[in-house]
């Protein structure tokens, strides 16, 4: 329990800050898809140029040929990043279910973990865990059509799943709470026969 408790108080501020910062971009991503869309791409593109350039200085320096092969990779990938934002729409919602299937399926088990310890609540938990799931797939899948669409799509998915998730985190606390309390009372009372004995 210790351990499920140490790697609970984990999850709930990454699950926090990631679903606040999801929101967020999910939001302007359904207002402003094309800015949203060619900021990632410039960011996603910056960070493929930095070991670009260094695999490529790498080689001029030592002339390892596998430091080539890496930096014109690597390069190309910016490149294509930077310059071509309907790429980065295409693969954005794949990426994404990917995140939303993984995470689905972490707050699935520690629903089961709940019910384990007897936590009544835990069926709301398996839903909303389900339906993150259910998002996760539908964007792997990815039936949408026209890059706009996508983006608008995605920032509606992206804030359905920041407010699932949230509202997951919030039971899940609460119900480890209740056990944690529990816990601690039938520890005390031990203690009472204990001394009483």
Do not use: H, W
Request: proline letters at 2%.
């Amino acid at each position: 329990m210790k351990n499920f408790m140490k790697s609970f108080n984990k999850l709930i501020n990454v699950s926090i800050l990631t679903s606040a910062i999801i929101l967020v971009i999910g939001i302007f991503l359904f207002f402003e898809p094309g800015t949203v869309i060619r900021m990632i791409s410039l960011v996603l593109g910056l960070l493929f140029l930095v070991p670009a350039i260094t695999s490529l200085v790498d080689y001029f320096k030592e002339k390892n040929n596998s430091s080539l092969v890496v930096g014109i990779i690597t390069m190309l990938i910016s490149l294509i990043l930077i310059i071509n934002t309907k790429f980065v729409a295409s693969i954005l919602p794949f990426i994404l279910g990917i995140y939303f299937v993984v995470n689905g399926i972490n707050r699935l088990m520690y629903a089961v973990e709940l019910k384990k310890q007897g936590f009544a609540d835990f069926s709301k938990s398996l839903v909303l865990s389900l339906l993150i799931i259910f998002c996760g797939i539908i964007f792997i899948i990815n039936p949408f059509e026209g890059a706009l669409a996508i983006t608008k799509i995605i920032g509606i998915f992206m804030v359905l799943y920041s407010v699932l998730d949230i509202i997951n985190t919030v039971i899940v606390k609460k119900g480890v709470k209740d056990i944690e309390k529990s816990m601690k009372l039938a520890v005390i009372e031990g203690e009472a026969k204990e001394k009483d004995d």
